[in-house]
């Protein structure tokens, strides 16, 4: 197997959608006047399931950056929120297990935190490759905030989602050597991206060691 690696380029511009993600995401919820202080809710217990490469790259970098016991504490608590949501689903319900990643209501892992993460709360617009236009309409404080200004929830300001996804699934696009169609799909909660480790691919055939080359 091989680590999926993002060059400097690729995280480079990950790196920059998330951010204009976050921006975007904070003009709305100024207009708005909206923000998770005070919340009695926490949104990093809500279960999620990821379906990039790229995302899960980048989250590895973070990882990365911290000291080696606080990798084997994430770890260590991934595993248990693994076991946990393995118990709840064999009751037939969702899991609603605290990520591994939230340290004292603060998520340590904030730069290399996933998509999902930062464009939960505020209402978005995305419209698919189909053509069809999904409504996102906000978080339930939101709702309610939203309901008071507005007559209608389409007078509300709202996040545009396509563009930035449509970068990122350029990215993902590159990162699986332009066909992410032969590669098996990612479809994992943020404590199964920490306990797999790295994302990696299967060698290729020409790449391992006693393998014949045909250039
Ligand atoms: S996004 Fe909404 S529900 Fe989640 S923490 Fe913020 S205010 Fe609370
Ligand atoms: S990665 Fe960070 S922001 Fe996302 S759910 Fe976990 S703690 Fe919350």
Redesign the pocket.
């Given at each position: 197997m091989k680590e999926v690696v993002l060059t400097k380029v690729l995280s480079e511009e990950v790196s920059r959608i998330y951010e204009e993600m976050a921006s975007d995401y904070d003009a709305v919820a100024s207009a708005l006047n909206?923000?998770?202080d005070g919340?009695?809710?926490?949104?990093c217990d809500s279960y999620f399931l990821h379906h990039t490469y790229t995302e899960w790259a980048y989250l590895w970098q973070g990882v990365r950056e911290l000291e080696e016991s606080r990798q084997q504490e994430l770890l260590k608590r991934a595993r248990q929120y693994i076991l946990e949501c393995t118990r709840v689903e064999a009751l037939g319900e969702r899991p609603q297990v605290i990520c591994p990643i939230l340290d004292e209501g603060r998520c340590s892992l904030y730069a290399y935190r996933l998509m999902v993460c930062r464009t939960?709360?505020v209402p978005a617009l995305m419209r698919r490759p189909d053509g069809q236009t999904l409504s996102f309409p906000?978080?339930?404080?939101?709702q309610d905030i939203v309901k008071k200004k507005y007559v209608h929830d389409s007078q509300a300001p709202h996040v545009e989602r396509t563009p930035l996804l449509q970068r990122l699934v350029a990215v993902e696009r590159e990162l699986l050597g332009g066909k992410p169609h032969l590669y098996p799909r990612v479809k994992l909660t943020i404590a199964q991206m920490l306990v797999n480790g790295p994302p990696t691919l299967p060698t290729p055939h020409c790449e391992r060691s006693g393998g014949t080359s045909h250039v």
């Open positions: 909206f923000s998770c919340c009695p809710d926490n949104c939960h709360g906000g978080c339930f404080r939101c």
